[in-house]
């Protein structure tokens, strides 16, 4: 089965907190893209991070790193010192390219908020 | 344009009304994704375009649902008949490539309609 989860449906953390938001995927692929994007309040996805299935190395943008881990098929999400701007739904998701098959898989999505 | 636009922003149907939800992709974006966002969940796939042809629209839910992109840019979402359980956040994504051979093409959305059938 083919599946992204993110067990953490809401987070609350004070500003300034360092805060990982998990993400564990599920697929019997061997090549696939992993993505973060980020959903505020204002409703537009943004992208944040795209890996593909063969470069395990862990990206640092700023305050936002990404933890990828084949070997317990995780991909987390870390943010370090929160602000209040950081406050949005986060979405992982899974694209699977088989044959003539195209799938994008979608997580349930974790809702951060960041109290000042 | 710079971004993905879609209106309107905000829609309320009475149930039984058709409605039409417009997105505007990025100049030049070969692939259109529509979505379906209900409160508190992550997307789900309606339907996919490459250029004006429809190659995937196995995510309609029921035959009331049709969408169009006659010149491969500007598409249109129509729901008819409206029911309550249509009531959702309608999205709407291009990116540059097809979506086979740029699979790993980052989707560029837009803010989405709100529909509201009461």
């Known amino acids: 089965a083919q599946k992204v989860t993110q067990a953490q449906t809401e987070i609350s953390v004070v500003e300034k907190e360092d805060v990982t938001l998990d993400c564990v995927y599920e697929?019997?692929?061997?090549?696939?893209?992993l993505f973060w994007y980020k959903q505020p309040p204002s409703g537009e996805l943004v992208f944040l991070i795209r890996?593909?299935?063969?470069d395990e190395q862990n990206e640092i943008s700023g305050r936002y790193s990404w933890n990828f881990q084949k070997s317990t098929s995780s991909f987390n999400f870390t943010i370090t010192a929160s602000q209040v701007v950081d406050s949005a739904v986060y979405f992982c998701?899974?694209?699977?390219?088989?044959?003539?098959?195209?799938?994008?898989?979608w997580g349930a999505g974790t809702k951060l908020i960041i109290k000042p | 344009g710079a971004g993905v636009s879609q209106s309107p922003r905000y829609k309320v149907a009475k149930r039984g009304q058709d409605v039409a939800l417009r997105c505007d992709p990025i100049?030049?974006?070969?692939?259109l994704f529509w979505y379906q966002q209900a409160l508190g969940q992550g997307p789900e796939f309606l339907t996919y375009?490459?250029?004006?042809?429809?190659?995937?629209k196995s995510g309609l839910p029921s035959d009331r649902f049709f969408a169009e992109r006659p010149e491969g840019s500007v598409s249109t979402l129509k729901i008819q008949r409206t029911q309550q359980e249509d009531s959702a956040v309608y999205l709407c994504?291009?990116?540059?490539?097809?979506?086979?051979?740029?699979?790993?093409?980052?989707?560029?959305f837009g803010a989405g309609s709100r529909l509201t059938v009461l």
């Open positions: 994504a291009s990116s540059l490539a097809d979506r086979r051979n740029g699979g790993a093409n980052v989707l560029t």
């Open positions: 100049s030049g974006h070969v692939s």
């Open positions: 375009f490459q250029n004006e042809a429809q190659l995937d």
């Open positions: 697929t019997r692929d061997t090549t696939y893209y």
């Open positions: 890996r593909n299935s063969f």
């Open positions: 998701a899974l694209i699977l390219l088989t044959g003539s098959n195209y799938q994008l898989i």
